[in-house]
């Protein structure tokens, strides 16, 4: 037989190829890293493609930028707005928005004596028979308290005193009863409540002692701003083992409160900046905590399967129908919280022992799903081990879906918070948090809505900026849309 005749044979070089050995990492022949290139091009531009679409999503600059300014401040504001959130100055309670404002000083642990004038033995005149009070006057006038004078009506019992924020229409409007004078004799009265150097409306009438008399005099006082040396010394603007009388006069500077004062006089934008710390912080280190644990309890239970898999999801329903809130009173039970104290360490292990199996359903689908790909049977022919496969191919395809889930969980994790420590069973004052807050301006929702507007704000702001975020990037990570122009 000739030489042209022979069959030819496969070349050594192609059969020596198609055996190559497995290396240290398992077995990685070259039409698996064709395959391996092929797919983190594919990842690569998907990931791309995610990044153009957000950039183009007004949800996600929207949502984004105020995630970030919420953090910042709860990062910086503290430092930069360096105000105790605790410290209470009552004569500065439920006060507006203010810059700083200059105060005298004056000693409050003084008694004041009404003046007294003894009637010279008249007879007590019924009340339709008084006639008005005259030379009302003011004595001292500022914040720590107002004192009034005038002179007596001839046949008086008594002397009632009223105090209106506008000017009384008529006899049936003059205001909030301050108090009545002891006797006929007594031709003064002292106001200490809840005084603001704003302008207020005194009037006096006199009285028989039992009906008050139709005719009154009204006198407008605007009083000057004060503060009491004692709380002087507890807000730190004078030192405390000075002598009083050193002080009594001078006056100092008091800061300002931009966004004013709750019903404490604790500084409002001071406490904001420290709520967030503590909301945030529960808001993000929980659903980190809980998304993580259900993302790798998800994936094991997903990726062995079988009895495995059954055993850890019967797990999953078990816990998910555990009671929160009971599960939490016997966390902060067995810590040790009183009433009245902070729980937040068993508020995050609450969130964190109860909130997983969401997450971990989630990627359990998402990984039985991968497992039946025709892109993974694929790899699995071309000689991929198991931990190829999980590291090139289920954990890049459940990032995705693992960042979605703490997108949500966020704000999720930030109202729970909240309605714990407004109910009480969370954070707890002193203690700033944004929960915390909103229960306490409930006191003063009707008189100054702003110290429950100002915390609720925050919150639904923080909450509509993480959903809108988390729905942004769940339609960019959509494999399934096209690209749009």
């Given at each position: 037989?000739s030489?042209?005749?022979?069959?030819?044979?496969?070349?050594?070089?192609?059969?020596?190829?198609?055996?190559?050995?497995?290396?240290?990492?398992?077995?990685?022949?070259?039409?698996?890293?064709?395959?391996?290139?092929?797919?983190?091009?594919?990842?690569?531009?998907?990931?791309?493609?995610?990044?153009?679409?957000?950039?183009?999503d007004?949800?996600?600059?929207?949502?984004?930028?105020?995630?970030l300014?919420?953090?910042?401040?709860?990062?910086?504001?503290?430092?930069?707005?360096?105000?105790?959130?605790?410290?209470?100055?009552?004569?500065?309670?439920?006060?507006?928005?203010s810059?700083?404002?200059?105060?005298t000083?004056?000693?409050a642990?003084?008694?004041w004596?009404?003046?007294?004038?003894?009637?010279?033995?008249?007879?007590?005149?019924?009340?339709?028979?008084?006639?008005?009070?005259?030379?009302?006057?003011?004595?001292?006038?500022?914040?720590?308290?107002v004192?009034?004078?005038?002179?007596?009506?001839?046949g008086?019992?008594?002397?009632?005193?009223?105090?209106?924020?506008?000017?009384?229409?008529?006899?049936?409007?003059?205001?909030?009863?301050?108090?009545?004078?002891?006797?006929?004799?007594?031709?003064?009265f002292?106001?200490?409540?809840?005084l603001?150097?704003?302008?207020?409306?005194?009037?006096v009438?006199?009285?028989?002692?039992?009906?008050?008399?139709?005719?009154?005099?009204?006198?407008?006082?605007?009083?000057?701003?004060?503060?009491?040396?004692?709380?002087a010394?507890?807000?730190?603007?004078?030192p405390?083992?000075?002598?009083?009388e050193?002080?009594?006069?001078?006056?100092?500077?008091?800061?300002?409160?931009?966004l004013?004062?709750?019903?404490?006089?604790?500084?409002?934008?001071?406490?904001?900046?420290?709520?967030a710390?503590?909301?945030?912080?529960?808001?993000?280190?929980?659903?980190?905590?809980?998304?993580?644990?259900?993302?790798?309890?998800?994936?094991?239970?997903?990726?062995?399967?079988g009895?495995?898999?059954?055993?850890?999801?019967?797990?999953?329903?078990?816990?998910?129908?555990?009671?929160?809130?009971?599960?939490?009173?016997?966390?902060?039970?067995?810590?040790?919280?009183?009433?009245?104290?902070?729980?937040?360490g068993?508020?995050?292990?609450?969130?964190?022992?109860l909130?997983?199996?969401?997450?971990?359903?989630?990627?359990?689908?998402q990984?039985?799903?991968?497992?039946?790909?025709?892109?993974?049977?694929?790899?699995?022919?071309?000689?991929?081990?198991?931990?190829?496969?999980?590291?090139?191919?289920?954990?890049?395809?459940?990032?995705?879906v693992?960042?979605?889930?703490?997108?949500?969980?966020?704000?999720?994790?930030?109202?729970?918070?909240?309605?714990l420590?407004?109910?009480?069973m969370?954070?707890t004052?002193?203690?700033?948090?944004w929960?915390?807050?909103?229960?306490d301006?409930?006191?003063?929702?009707?008189?100054?809505?702003?110290?429950?507007?100002?915390?609720?704000?925050?919150?639904?702001?923080?909450?509509?900026?993480?959903?809108?975020?988390?729905?942004?990037?769940?339609?960019?990570?959509?494999a399934r849309?096209?690209?749009?122009?």
């Amino acid at each position: 037989m000739s030489v042209q005749n022979r069959p030819r044979s496969a070349p050594p070089v192609e059969l020596e190829a198609a055996a190559v050995p497995p290396d240290a990492e398992g077995f990685r022949p070259r039409v698996a890293d064709v395959a391996s290139e092929q797919a983190e091009g594919e990842a690569s531009r998907l990931w791309g493609l995610a990044g153009r679409r957000l950039r183009r999503d007004p949800r996600a600059w929207f949502g984004g930028l105020v995630a970030l300014c919420m953090v910042l401040a709860a990062a910086l504001g503290p430092w930069l707005w360096p105000r105790d959130p605790s410290l209470q100055n009552p004569v500065r309670a439920s006060l507006g928005p203010s810059s700083g404002q200059v105060v005298t000083l004056v000693d409050a642990s003084q008694h004041w004596q009404p003046p007294r004038i003894e009637p010279a033995g008249e007879a007590i005149v019924p009340a339709p028979e008084l006639g008005a009070v005259t030379g009302l006057e003011v004595v001292v006038a500022h914040t720590e308290w107002v004192r009034l004078r005038w002179q007596p009506v001839t046949g008086a019992a008594s002397y009632q005193v009223y105090r209106h924020s506008r000017p009384p229409r008529d006899r049936s409007d003059l205001g909030m009863p301050l108090g009545e004078t002891r006797g006929p004799g007594e031709v003064g009265f002292e106001d200490r409540l809840r005084l603001r150097p704003t302008t207020v409306y005194y009037s006096v009438v006199a009285s028989d002692g039992l009906e008050e008399s139709p005719r009154h005099q009204v006198l407008a006082v605007t009083p000057e701003p004060a503060l009491a040396l004692l709380s002087a010394q507890l807000l730190g603007v004078v030192p405390s083992d000075g002598r009083v009388e050193d002080w009594v006069g001078r006056t100092v500077h008091l800061p300002g409160h931009p966004l004013g004062t709750d019903y404490l006089g604790r500084d409002l934008l001071a406490r904001l900046l420290h709520g967030a710390r503590t909301s945030l912080f529960i808001g993000i280190a929980a659903p980190l905590l809980f998304v993580l644990l259900g993302s790798l309890y998800g994936a094991v239970a997903g990726l062995v399967g079988g009895r495995v898999d059954g055993v850890l999801m019967r797990t999953a329903d078990f816990v998910v129908a555990l009671p929160f809130l009971l599960f939490m009173i016997l966390l902060r039970v067995a810590f040790g919280i009183g009433p009245g104290e902070s729980g937040v360490g068993p508020l995050v292990i609450a969130l964190v022992v109860l909130s997983w199996p969401a997450s971990a359903r989630l990627v359990r689908g998402q990984v039985l799903q991968l497992r039946e790909a025709p892109f993974m049977d694929a790899a699995r022919l071309a000689g991929a081990g198991g931990s190829w496969l999980v590291r090139r191919h289920i954990l890049p395809n459940i990032l995705g879906v693992v960042l979605v889930a703490l997108t949500f969980a966020i704000p999720s994790a930030i109202f729970t918070e909240a309605f714990l420590s407004f109910i009480g069973m969370g954070v707890t004052p002193p203690t700033a948090s944004w929960g915390a807050m909103s229960s306490d301006g409930m006191r003063t929702l009707l008189t100054d809505p702003r110290e429950l507007l100002a915390p609720a704000a925050c919150i639904s702001l923080t909450v509509l900026a993480f959903n809108l975020l988390g729905d942004a990037l769940r339609d960019a990570l959509d494999a399934r849309q096209g690209e749009r122009p």
